[in-house]
Structure formats: C-alpha cells, structure tokens
C-alpha cells in the first residue's frame, strides 16, 4: 500500500512497540506489576512513534537502540528467500 499511494500524499507506519505502561492491566483487575524498569511510558512511545514517521521510517522500533539491526535483518530476510524455491521438500520433511 506504500507504494499504491506514496504519490497521493499517504503515508504508512508500522510501530512495533514492545512492553508499554499502560493502565490495561488495572482495568483488567490483574495485580501490579513492577515493570517500570522494561516498559516504555506511553507519551514517550507516541513521541518516539512520531519521530519515526517524520523520519520516513517505514517501521518504527522505539526501543530499539540499534536502528541497524532491522535493516539488517531485513536484507537477511531477502537474501534468504531465494533458497525457499525448491519443487520438492526439504528433506527433514521427509516422511518416513
């Protein structure tokens, strides 16, 4: 979809947020956790989230520090796909 509307002026964003504080788990009636410590304050993952789409970034990661790693893992990715065309079945599928 990117791509079918760039030239229309819409943007797309996927946030992949991770552990964030929120009062859900209060609603919930579940007891209090002490997460502080690994959950992102909301504010600062919207902020984050913002950030990101004025950056251009397609997906955006606030807590992940190391911007890199997605992108490598995405050529990993693509490198990779090539070796799934194969007409038969790895052979660890094998029946016996």
Known sequence: MQKD?????????????A?????????????PQKTAEINMQAADLVDA?????????LVTIPGLHEGDAWTRR????RDLAPKFRNPTPAARYAVA
């Open 5 to 17: 509307l760039a030239d229309k002026g819409v943007r797309f964003q996927t946030v992949l947020p």
């Open 19 to 31: 552990a964030t504080a929120t009062n859900c788990r209060d609603v919930a009636g579940y007891a």
């Open 49 to 57: 989230a913002l950030a990101g789409l004025d950056q251009g970034e």
């Open 74 to 77: 995405g050529q990993e990715r």
